[in-house]
């Protein structure tokens, strides 16, 4: 069983630039969720997909978008870069109506 | 706001001894609670949940307790071991909420030989 891979591992933008990032999602789950991970805080929400549309969306704004594809992998995309997006990108999948969400080991961006 | 707390950002605990690690909510519609597990580097891993029907679930060394009039949970660990030393999160959803979770800010545990 193949776990949640996740690309790039690390990340340098300018501020104002754009930046996609990717998610493979673990066999056999159909939902991607993205969460934002500054430093010393817990993960926080950005959305999440279901059956290639957006499924929920947390308190961030429309520059942060995102895409799931058939095979149920998924793109975090984010325009207009600020400092203050410079953080750990975790993607989880799950199977839609179970609480367990796994995670891969993150995409580290740092805008300068 | 600040859903999801946990109010002890480290805790350091002897080999062989438990570990408590607290967890405190706000959102008396969350129905379903996790714990996770991060090292440096690494991704969250999943270690145990319970649903809001459930005052305790265990599995193996980890037993989480869920206290719905006080709006708290709390994951135990024993024995501690060296390998639990890591980051760890406490989380909440609601059903019907699709999979969004909330997390804490994080307890750092630290196993001492």
């Known amino acids: 069983e193949t776990g949640v891979t996740q690309s790039p591992t690390h990340l340098i933008k300018t501020r104002g630039q754009q930046v996609t990032l990717r998610c493979s999602s673990q066999?056999?789950?159909?939902?991607v969720s993205w969460y934002q991970q500054a430093l010393g805080q817990g993960p926080q929400f950005i959305f999440q997909?279901?059956?290639?549309?957006?499924?929920g969306r947390g308190n961030f704004p429309p520059r942060f978008s995102g895409l799931q594809f058939p095979n149920y992998s998924s793109e975090l995309n984010v325009n207009a870069l600020e400092l203050d997006d410079s953080a750990l990108y975790l993607c989880?999948?799950?199977?839609?109506?179970?609480?367990?969400?796994?995670f891969g080991p993150g995409t580290r961006l740092t805008v300068t | 706001d600040q859903q999801v707390k946990q109010n002890s950002p480290s805790l350091s605990v002897q080999e062989g001894r438990i570990s408590i690690l607290n967890c405190d909510y706000t959102?008396?519609?969350?129905?379903?609670f996790l714990w996770y597990k991060k090292y440096p580097a690494e991704g969250p891993t999943f270690l145990i949940s319970?649903?809001?029907?459930?005052d305790k679930n265990e599995d193996g060394r980890f037993t989480v307790f869920l206290n719905k009039s006080a709006k708290h949970l709390s994951l135990h660990i024993v024995p501690s071991q060296p390998g639990d030393s890591a980051v760890y999160f406490c989380?909440?959803?609601?059903?019907?909420?699709?999979?969004?979770?909330?997390f804490g800010t994080g307890t750092q545990l630290k196993v001492e030989l």
């Open positions: 989880a999948s799950s199977s839609m109506g179970y609480y367990e969400q796994y």
């Open positions: 066999s056999g789950h159909n939902t």
């Open positions: 997909y279901y059956r290639e549309e957006e499924n």
């Open positions: 959102n008396s519609m969350f129905d379903y």
């Open positions: 319970i649903s809001s029907i459930k």
């Open positions: 989380a909440a959803g609601l059903t019907g909420g699709g999979n969004k979770l909330t």
